[in-house]
C-alpha cells in the first residue's frame, strides 16, 4: 500500500508513544473502500490529526516543551471555532432547505386545490350577479345577510 508522508509520521510517531508509554491518539477511518484510501482527502486529513496531536502531546510529556501545550490549546480552540462555525452554516443550510421545501409544498398544494375545485354552475354564478347587482342600486355595500346584532 503506498504510504504518504503525514501517514508515515503519523505511524512513526504513535509507535514513538506506544514505545515510551505514553497516551496518544489513533484515528481509524471506516467504511472507506482500500482502493480510495491512497487519494481519499478523509484519509490525508486524519493523519495529519493524529501525527499532530501525538508529536504535541510527546513534546509536552517527553520532552517537557511547554509550547506543545500552548499548540495543543490553540488547536482544540480553532477545532471549537470551526465546530460553531460548521453548525451554524448548516442550520443556515437547513433553514434554507426548509422555507424551500415548505414554498414547494404551498404551492403544490394551491395547484393540487385549483384541479380539485369544483367549478360553479352558471344558475348559481348568475344569481349571485343578481343580487349583488340588487344591492348595488339599493346602495348597501354588503350583500350578504345580516346578524342580528350587526347594524347597516
Same mark, same amino acid.
Request: aromatic fraction near 8%.
Given at each position: 500500500m503506498f504510504k504518504d508522508s503525514s501517514e508515515e509520521f503519523a505511524d512513526d510517531v504513535r509507535k514513538m508513544m506506544i514505545h515510551f508509554n505514553l497516551p496518544y491518539i489513533e484515528i481509524t477511518v471506516h467504511n472507506e473502500s482500500e482502493a480510495d484510501k491512497p487519494t481519499s482527502p478523509l484519509t490525508h486529513i486524519s493523519h495529519k490529526i493524529e501525527a499532530l496531536v501525538?508529536?504535541?502531546?510527546?513534546?509536552?510529556?517527553?520532552?517537557?516543551?511547554? =509550547?506543545? /501545550?500552548?499548540?495543543?490549546?490553540?488547536?482544540?480552540?480553532?477545532? =471549537?471555532?470551526?465546530?460553531?462555525? /460548521?453548525?451554524?452554516?448548516?442550520? +443556515?443550510?437547513?433553514?434554507? +432547505?426548509? =422555507? +424551500?421545501?415548505?414554498?414547494?409544498?404551498?404551492?403544490?398544494?394551491?395547484?393540487?386545490?385549483?384541479?380539485?375545485?369544483?367549478?360553479?354552475? /352558471?344558475?348559481?354564478?348568475?344569481?349571485l350577479d343578481e343580487i349583488l347587482a340588487k344591492h348595488k342600486k339599493r346602495g348597501n355595500k354588503n350583500p350578504l345577510p345580516r346578524k342580528d346584532n350587526e347594524t347597516e
Open positions: 501525538n508529536a504535541l502531546l510527546g513534546d509536552v510529556m517527553f520532552a517537557g516543551m511547554e =509550547e506543545g /501545550s500552548f499548540m495543543l490549546n490553540h488547536f482544540e480552540n480553532q477545532i =471549537e471555532d470551526l465546530m460553531t462555525f /460548521s453548525s451554524y452554516l448548516r442550520m +443556515k443550510h437547513e433553514k434554507d +432547505k426548509l =422555507e +424551500k421545501v415548505t414554498r414547494d409544498k404551498l404551492k403544490e398544494l394551491l395547484e393540487e386545490r385549483k384541479h380539485n375545485e369544483v367549478p360553479l354552475p /352558471s344558475v348559481f354564478s348568475e344569481a
